[in-house]
């Protein structure tokens, strides 16, 4: 399957740029995959077609379509040959065993029930894909964001130190201020360095979840308060009904049940019938014939183990069952919770918290520059507006992380 995309992404590669030389290097090849702008939907599509643990899990798939193939054969008819001194001395004979019972199509059963697991094992990764996409995804708006941040500090830094600078040169401030303000900028330039340095892992990290390069930097068009928060009634609904790990653990009880069907039937033994042409026995024939029938007696192998081992595996999947549905509900009560109180603590801090922030700033910065106040009540109200702006967006990244989580703990989609 990679191949196949593979060709295609190089095919409209070389279409985009009919200049490429032939000995280009694989990875500006494959830096034409990654788009320009990449929205969350578009990131979970990718994933779902890419992401090399579903592919990895999806492969499995075939190994079960043959299995299913393999549980349908029949049995192989035997034939012989046999010499003897005494007559009749030729005789060839046949023989072919009979699936009775319907063993055949126990087995077919048992096979098509394996295969199901796999199937839902491969939604069940599918889910965690997609939680780990949302996850890194807003990891990366939230560094970009940050980088931003950080450089807005720089910005208000750089007139802090202009400020200081001009009234350290007219004389209404020591030196000293215009000291402190110089390593107030400076360290606001680390800050920056620090936040692009972020950024680039976490880009890194949504790239290998989407089978990008890892340095492609598509544009992030959903913002951290995007995604509105589900109803309870809602989450447990779609929960029980599309719970991945769920539907996993009912496809068991369904395979087990096969298993059951199957070893139940394989307690009545298969009998073969047989059928010989012979020759050669003067003077009472030349050719003659003879037919068998033969039977395994159930007398010390009955079968009966097998089945109760078979009944066990059911109970206990039932029960394995019922235990993880009230862990879920649980778990998915925890997150919502979690969540809710997340978009409340963000939505607080856009409405509130950041506008009066912001409004402080500009007064300090006005009332220092016009001699009002001291350097350091100014840089300690740029210190406080650079802490509430990081506690704001960590507040944004930590709703989107609670939806991850939420996400995770229903094993589906959110809508």
């Known amino acids: 399957m990679k191949a196949g995309v593979l060709i295609v992404l190089t095919a409209a590669g070389i279409g985009a740029l009919p200049t490429m030389v032939q000995g ?13 702008a990449l929205t969350l939907g578009d990131a979970m599509t990718r994933a779902l077609e890419a992401n090399r643990t579903l592919l990895a899990a999806r492969s499995a798939r075939a190994i079960d379509v043959a299995g299913v193939a393999a549980a349908g054969q029949r049995p192989n008819p035997e034939v012989s040959f046999e010499y003897a001194r005494e007559t009749p001395r030729w ?19 048992v096979a ?10 491969t ?3 599918a889910a965690d894909v997609r939680a780990d996409v949302r996850r890194a995804y807003y990891q990366a708006v939230a560094a970009g964001r940050r980088v931003a941040i950080t450089q807005e500090l720089v910005g ?3 007139r802090a130190r202009d400020a200081a600078q001009e009234r350290f040169q007219t004389g209404a401030a020591p030196r000293l201020e215009a000291l402190q303000a110089s390593l107030t900028l400076a360290q606001a330039q680390n ?10 892992a976490a880009r890194a990290d949504l790239n290998a979840l989407l089978a990008y390069p890892s340095d492609a930097a598509p544009a992030l068009g959903d913002a951290l308060d995007a995604g509105p928060l589900p109803t309870e009634a809602a989450v447990t609904e779609q929960t029980l009904a599309a719970n991945a790990e769920l ?14 069907a199957l070893a139940k039937a394989m307690r009545r033994p298969d009998p073969s019938v047989s059928a010989a042409l ?41 029960a394995d069952r019922d235990a993880r549905i009230a862990q879920i509900s649980g778990g998915v009560a925890a997150a919502l919770a979690r969540a809710t109180a997340a978009r409340q603590t963000f939505d607080r801090y856009q409405a509130e918290i950041l506008p009066a922030s912001v409004q402080v700033e500009q007064m300090a910065e006005e009332s220092y520059r016009a001699g009002q106040t001291g350097l350091p009540a100014f840089l300690q109200a740029v210190q406080t507006a650079r802490d509430i702006r990081q506690r704001a967006l960590q507040a944004g990244l930590d709703y989107q992380l609670a939806l991850a989580d939420l996400e995770r703990a229903m094993g589906t989609a959110l809508r």
Request: aromatic residues 6%.
């Open 91 to 109: 005789a060839f004979t046949g023989a072919v065993p009979l699936d009775v019972n319907g063993k055949r199509q126990r087995r077919i059963d």
């Open 247 to 260: 539907q996993v653990l009912q496809k068991q009880i369904d395979e087990a049940r096969a298993r059951l």
């Open 156 to 158: 208000i830094a750089t």
């Open 24 to 36: 280009q290097a694989p990875a500006a090849q494959a830096a034409a995959q990654a788009p320009s």
């Open 278 to 318: 012979t020759y050669d026995s003067p003077p009472e024939f030349m050719y003659g014939w003879r037919a068998g029938a033969s039977v395994a007696l159930p007398v010390f192998t009955t079968g009966r183990p097998d089945v109760a081992v078979a009944e066990a595996t059911v109970a206990r999947a039932v």
């Open 191 to 200: 800050d920056v360095t620090a936040a692009q340095g972020e950024l680039r």
């Open 112 to 121: 098509n029930a394996t295969l199901a697991v796999t199937e839902a094992e």
């Open 123 to 125: 939604a069940r990764v």
